[in-house]
């Protein structure tokens, strides 16, 4: 059964950082691997897709990589702005093609 | 387009009460999902669809049920609410499954068992 975790569960940065999130899983038969981000009391907004053939994507300032060897995937947000601050999920596609999500990183990005 | 749109936003209920938790798309999607988010969690699915008339479980479905009468409506349904079941609810849909296609979110429903 996939597993998902993510690291850190909460991270508050100064506006202007870059910063990486952790995403890891357990099972490295994925057919790609999702990051969305996540406002308090929103839905969830899809950042950025990875199919498993590709290595990374990038929109903007945000660049995710994505390992299945070793089962890991970041996401990198560049010169990090207030408006960033949100709950960001990774979720990875197996099997019967439905995701399983990790628990989410907090982030706050103060002014 | 609205997208996905679910109702109601809130809803508070008394244990043993049922209800329906409302769900449409309009971008004729074929794939539409149940998931529950209980704070500080991920998503856990609970039911899924591939196209109309077609149901399966996902990994938390027990105490609740689904239909899919049309490709735009999947209403999911409570009964004998239990304070287990106070989460928010989330619905998706998906084009296909393929490895390129995302899922796109409706803002979800706050429900409160008492």
């Known amino acids: 059964k996939q597993e998902v975790t993510q690291i850190p569960a909460a991270l508050s940065v100064p506006e202007g950082e870059n910063l990486v999130l952790n995403c890891s899983f357990t099972?490295?038969?994925?057919?790609?691997l999702q990051w969305f981000r996540q406002d308090p009391g929103k839905g969830l907004t899809s950042l950025l897709l990875?199919?498993?053939?590709?290595r990374e994507q990038t929109s903007g300032r945000l660049n995710a990589s994505l390992d299945k060897s070793s089962g890991r995937s970041t996401l990198y947000i560049a010169a990090s702005q207030p408006g960033d601050s949100a709950t960001y999920l990774c979720?990875?596609?197996?099997?019967?093609?439905?995701?399983?999500f990790g628990p989410g990183t907090r982030l706050s990005v103060l002014p | 387009n609205a997208g996905v749109t679910q109702t109601p936003k809130f809803r508070i209920l008394k244990i043993g009460q049922s209800m329906t938790l409302q769900c449409t798309q309009d971008?004729?999607?074929?794939?539409m999902y149940w998931y529950r988010q209980d704070p500080g969690m991920g998503l856990k699915l609970i039911y899924y669809?591939?196209?109309?008339?077609?149901?399966d479980k996902g990994e938390v479905p027990n105490g609740y049920n689904v239909s899919r009468s049309t490709t735009e409506d999947f209403p999911l349904r409570l009964e004998l609410a239990a304070p287990s079941q106070t989460s928010v609810y989330f619905c998706?849909?998906?084009?296909?499954?393929?490895?390129?296609?995302?899922?796109?979110f409706g803002p979800g429903t706050r429900l409160t068992v008492l």
């Open positions: 998706a849909s998906r084009r296909l499954a393929s490895s390129t296609d995302t899922q796109y």
């Open positions: 099972d490295s038969a994925i057919y790609n």
């Open positions: 990875i199919q498993s053939s590709q």
């Open positions: 979720a990875v596609g197996g099997e019967g093609q439905n995701f399983v």
């Open positions: 971008m004729n999607h074929n794939y």
């Open positions: 669809s591939v196209g109309a008339g077609i149901t």
